[in-house]
């Protein structure tokens, strides 16, 4: 390994792109201006730096030229930087000695008619990099073992009941804690559901029977999570159980602890007997309606879409359509009226089923939130806004379709997990679109009602979904870690105030108890280098590997001179 | 798409398809046809070089048609993997006349004009269909008249405008003004060629045309074929001259589209097509609107449809937000009829179901959100699998088994199973891969006990 800022010698390489470079910046004068810069031993043009011969040409100039830094300036390291850094690694020269400078989406696209400026700038950009790669230290890529090939899953509904058998299919080990006496979550309360109309029941005791005969899975019932230490691979958990409190080494950690039903107190004249929630409605049919019920009126969007919840709950109007179906089937005279704001019968299955319910009869009408529904004693009065006109509607029978809202205890689970939730509580995964089922986090995942409120097929997909990511460092055994992430450079200057452990998105730090008082500690398997911390630190105690601030000021101080 | 690029554990076969399956769950063989791209993959560097001077210009699929494309093409530009293909269809090489230019430009020497259709067989045990879909065509609802207005284009059409990487740059340029900039830049081109050649006549005769012109028409050199020649191209460079002042006179007055209609349900919720709701097209009809507002704040936009179903996470508050701050209305009605108004203006004609009234309104722009058809990428693919497909012809599966198809082994995810946005298709993406990991699990416990 060279010896620390003694005797640099930086290879550039210039690459031409085709034409795609060469075409608008000078290049021979780009060479030519490399050779003069501090440090530089070699320099080189390639027509392709990535081909076959412009990387055999880097790997020989190492070894020929005696290089020990590379710099190469051509396109964008999104898409070459790892392959530039495995050919420095093949020839033997630590693969974080090498530096990027990208000239052509950043230089030679953008100033397609201004040749000289255009080269003027690529001369900026190759100083400052030769300036930084000059300071670049080797890394070493950090490998952290999973020493505990198991999964906990909290949270035993139909989530995380499908994601702990899909892991244990798999052969890992799971722990699965349930806070309730019986695993089944929702579903225990809910009588047949839609579209295909099962019986809850059947299918959560089916589920039951393939956990409780699982070899790999073991269930904590009337049980909580108390306390969760350490990182991907490597947390130590306490589970309060009915019989004890338990300690248990845990990999992976899946959060499925779902939802609960907003309880409309004080709106509508809800009481539980004639003016109901559809859950109620759900353990009413259970039992059988009274054929004495004729008329149903629902009023949708109870308590959500509005200031305090403005989210829609996504599976309410599926719901309300199911359960009028249902209702008209177990009393054929009944007069099921709907009152929505806009029927989210998003989808194959629910448009079909919405298609269905007005076959059955259902009445749909149209109310503006401005002009909300009043419940009186057997009546519902509305102004249907499609009609233009006030109706009343007879009502034996009141059901409030009202939303999925956070479990009570969220932010506790998400204390102890270090996860966030989002403006309505429910948890926050790592990207909406393209990591909906991981925390920012590594090593804890999402799914069911606890992310969003869902339907069982969609709750089953996220069920299998999270168990599919979290399988992934399982069955690796280590999770390696780009070493470009956060270090205590200066450990004395730390004063343990932790502002930076508050911000960190990713929880990779933490202030620990040690012989020089208390310090931030990197959990260098966490950190995703993002640099908040190094940024916030006014004792500047943290750095960035291969972004120091000294490495940076170097650049800085090319591109000034 | 990179980090399938790059991944050590997946082997990427681009532009290529299933022609055969064999075998059962836990072990299956599979058929492939990779289909020759005159390229080869393993020299090309995706420099691009080659496209630049390729002389056949096609129109850009990857750009709905709105741009155009080289014979040799990356399908886009960040595509992966970035190797280019050329497309037997229109390369004058290989339609048998003489080109070659691009193999003459690779420096890379990656051009094989001689390159066959490869089949290759390869054994796995489990498989993932993830075919996706089709957008809905919309010429099949007449009272649209998608054909025949320029103005009125689809949700994918409007997305590939408001694309920095687009066609416009993602400035909302209108097709129709498009068009006359189209015509006029054409007509610039031939004006060039013609004023070039004039040039020469003028070097070699030593005249200028207006004098030599003026003379021709006196009745001097009669019989010079040269110059007849050079009075021919005078005066059709005068003409195009004449022609090109008009055009570019109202191509000034050109700007992008500021009034948009966004049309809901076009083929979804519809007895004719598909009685089916989409599912993702209010959300992207109000995330078209927002960007076209955010290039340009002078952009107002309505919004006509039956319900907005805004159900995902965050969408009710984006579909507010995009109301309040965005200027988009969201008028409650279907649209009965849209026609052709001045200036290429559509007018549209809809009920407005709240005031119970039938009103019509002219726009700049009209953009379809088209239905999610079932893939035919999809159904070829499951009655090779000889997989089931339901009524729509989406890959049949279960609600308590999402992604399970009627094969076991078999699995499938995204817009294959029915209208999903990306988070869904996302979580699907990770299920499926777990029931196939699972299968490829089972399969391997299975054959490790039949050793031991
Ligand atoms: C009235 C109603 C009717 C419905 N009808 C249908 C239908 O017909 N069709 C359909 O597809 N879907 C229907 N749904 C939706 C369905 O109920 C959900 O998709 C499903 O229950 C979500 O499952 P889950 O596992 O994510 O959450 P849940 O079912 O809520 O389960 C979460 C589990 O986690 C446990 N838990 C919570 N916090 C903790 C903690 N801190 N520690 C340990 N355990 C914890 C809970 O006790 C519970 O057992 C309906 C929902 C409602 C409200
Ligand atoms: C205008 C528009 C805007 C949208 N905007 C958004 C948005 O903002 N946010 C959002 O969440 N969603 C949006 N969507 C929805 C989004 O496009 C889908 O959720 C997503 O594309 C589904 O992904 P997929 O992989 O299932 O299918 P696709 O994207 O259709 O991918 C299928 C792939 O399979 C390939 N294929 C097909 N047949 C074969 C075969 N036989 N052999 C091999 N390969 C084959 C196809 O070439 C294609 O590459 C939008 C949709 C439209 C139409
Ligand atoms: S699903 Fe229906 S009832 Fe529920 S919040 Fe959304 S619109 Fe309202
Ligand atoms: S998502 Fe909206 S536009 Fe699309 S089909 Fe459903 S209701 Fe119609």
Not at chain 1, 116 to 131: F, H, P, Q, W, Y
Not at chain 2, 128 to 134: F, P, Q, R
Request: net charge negative.
């Amino acid at each position: 390994m060279p010896d620390k800022r003694e005797n640099i010698r930086i290879g550039v390489f210039i690459c031409h792109c085709g034409s795609n470079i060469a075409g608008y910046l000078d290049v021979e004068e780009l060479e030519a201006f490399a050779k003069t810069l501090p440090n530089v031993a070699f320099v080189v043009r390639n027509l392709y730096t990535c081909s076959e011969g412009g990387i055999n040409e880097i790997k020989n100039a190492i070894d020929e030229q005696n290089l020990n830094r590379v710099v190469v300036a051509s396109c964008t390291p999104r898409t070459h930087e790892p392959l530039f850094r495995s050919s420095c690694a093949e020839a033997g020269l630590n693969p974080y000695l090498f530096e990027m400078v990208n000239i052509r989406d950043q230089c030679s696209w953008v100033h397609m008619r201004e040749r000289e400026k255009g080269t003027s700038k690529a001369k900026d950009l190759i100083r400052m990099g030769v300036a930084k790669a000059a300071l670049l230290e080797p890394q070493e890529p950090i490998i952290s073992e999973v020493h505990a090939a198991r999964a906990l899953v909290i949270g035993g509904g139909i989530a995380g009941m499908t994601a702990s058998i899909a892991l244990g299919d798999r052969g890992y080990e799971v722990v699965l804690v349930e806070k309730e006496e019986r695993l089944g979550g929702m579903l225990n309360r809910l009588n047949m559901l839609g579209p295909t109309m099962t019986d809850a029941g059947d299918m959560v005791k089916e589920k039951i029977e393939t956990i409780t005969d699982h070899p790999n899975i073991t269930v904590f019932t009337r049980a909580t999570v108390t306390d969760v230490d350490g990182f991907i691979g490597n947390y130590e958990v306490d589970i309060e159980t009915k019989s004890g409190n338990e300690k248990v080494d845990i990999g992976v950690i899946i959060v499925a602890t779902g939802g609960r039903l907003f309880v409309p107190e004080g709106l509508y004249g809800y009481d539980g007997r004639r003016v109901i929630t559809q859950l109620e409605v759900e353990e009413v049919l259970g039992r059988g309606l009274d054929p004495a019920v004729k008329n149903i009126v629902m009023i949708q969007c109870v308590g959500s879409r509005n200031e305090e919840r403005p989210y829609c709950a996504r599976i309410c109007c599926q719901t309300a359509v199911k359960n009028a179906i249902l209702i008209t089937e177990q009393n054929p005279d009944a007069k099921v009226s709907i009152l929505y704001r806009d029927m989210q019968m998003y989808g194959v299955e629910n448009e079909e089923m919405f298609r269905d319910s007005k076959v059955k009869g259902v009445r749909f009408i149209k109310y503006d939130p401005a002009r909300p529904p009043r419940v009186e004693e057997g009546k519902v009065s509305v102004f249907h806004s499609l009609l233009g006109r006030e109706m009343d509607l007879l009502a034996d029978l009141v059901v409030l379709s009202t939303p999925v809202v956070p479990q009570e205890d969220a932010d506790v689970t998400s204390k102890i997990l270090t996860v966030p939730v989002d403006e309505n509580g429910f948890f926050l995964e790592g990207h909406v679109k393209l990591r909906p089922l991981d925390f920012a986090t590594d090593g804890v995942f999402l799914c069911g009602s606890a992310r969003f409120p869902a339907n069982i097929r969609e709750t089953v997909a996220q069920g299998l979904g999270a168990a599919s990511r979290a399988s992934i460092p399982l069955s690796k055994g280590f999770v390696v870690v780009e070493p470009i992430i956060s270090v205590l450079a200066d450990e004395d200057a730390c004063r343990g105030c932790g502002l930076c452990v508050a911000l960190c998105p990713y929880s990779a730090l933490e202030v620990r108890d040690t012989e020089k008082g208390r310090k931030v500690h990197v959990i260098d398997v966490s950190c995703k280098g993002c640099g908040v911390c190094a940024a916030t630190c006014y004792q500047h105690a943290l750095s960035i590997n291969s972004f120091t601030d000294q490495q940076i000021n170097a650049q800085i101080a090319a591109f000034l001179n | 798409m990179l980090d399938v690029g790059r991944h050590p554990n997946i082997d990427l076969l681009a532009y290529s398809e299933v022609e055969k399956l064999e075998g059962r769950s836990g072990d299956f063989k599979v058929t492939v046809r990779r289909k020759a791209r005159y390229v080869e993959e393993d020299k090309c560097t995706g420099c691009g070089a080659c496209k630049e001077k390729c002389p056949t210009v096609v129109p850009d699929a990857f750009n709905v048609g709105l741009g155009d494309r080289k014979a040799i093409y990356s399908w886009f530009a960040q595509g992966i993997p970035s190797t280019h293909t050329i497309d037997p269809e229109h390369c004058r090489q290989l339609k048998g006349k003489k080109c070659g230019v691009c193999a003459k430009t690779c420096l890379a020497e990656a051009i094989n004009f001689d390159q066959k259709d490869r089949l290759v067989e390869i054994g796995v045990g489990a498989i993932i269909v993830a075919t996706g879909y089709d957008v809905f065509d919309p010429s099949q609802i007449f009272e649209y008249r998608y054909k025949e207005i320029p103005n009125v284009v689809t949700s994918i059409e409007f997305e590939r405008l408001l694309s920095a990487s687009g066609p416009t740059a993602g400035h909302a340029g209108r097709p129709s003004d498009l068009a006359v900039e189209a015509e006029i830049e054409a007509l610039e081109k031939k004006a060039g060629r013609l004023q070039r050649a004039i040039t020469k006549f003028e070097d070699k005769y030593v005249e200028s045309s207006s004098a030599f012109s003026k003379k021709y028409q006196d009745g001097e050199y009669k019989d010079d074929k040269d110059r007849k020649r050079w009075a021919d191209k005078y005066a059709e460079h005068l003409a195009i001259l004449e022609t090109i002042e008009p055009i570019k006179k109202k191509a000034e007055g050109f700007t992008v589209a500021k009034r948009l209609a966004f049309i809901q349900c076009v083929g979804s919720r519809d007895f004719r097509f598909y009685p089916f709701c989409s599912g993702y097209c209010c959300m992207h009809s109000i995330k078209e609107a927002i960007i076209a507002h955010e290039h340009e704040t002078e952009t107002t936009s309505t919004i006509f449809g039956m319900d907005i179903r805004a159900v995902g996470k965050g969408f009710e508050q984006y579909k507010i937000r995009g109301g309040n701050n965005s200027n988009i209305t969201y008028i409650r009605g279907r649209v009965a009829e849209i026609m052709e108004g001045p200036d290429n203006n559509p007018v549209v004609t809809y009920e407005d179901t709240r005031e119970r009234r039938v009103k019509s309104e002219e726009f700049d722009m009209v953009i379809l959100a088209t239905a999610c058809a079932p893939g035919r990428g999809t159904i070829e693919t499951a009655n090779l699998l000889g997989i089931e497909l339901d009524r729509y012809d989406f890959v049949k599966t279960d609600p308590l088994s999402p992604v399970d198809t009627t094969t076991p082994g078999i699995f499938v995810c995204g817009c294959s199973v029915a209208p999903l946005d990306v988070p869904e298709s996302v979580s699907q993406a990770s299920s499926a891969s777990e029931r196939a990991a699972e299968v490829v699990f089972q399969s391997d416990l299975k054959k490790e006990k039949a050793v031991a």
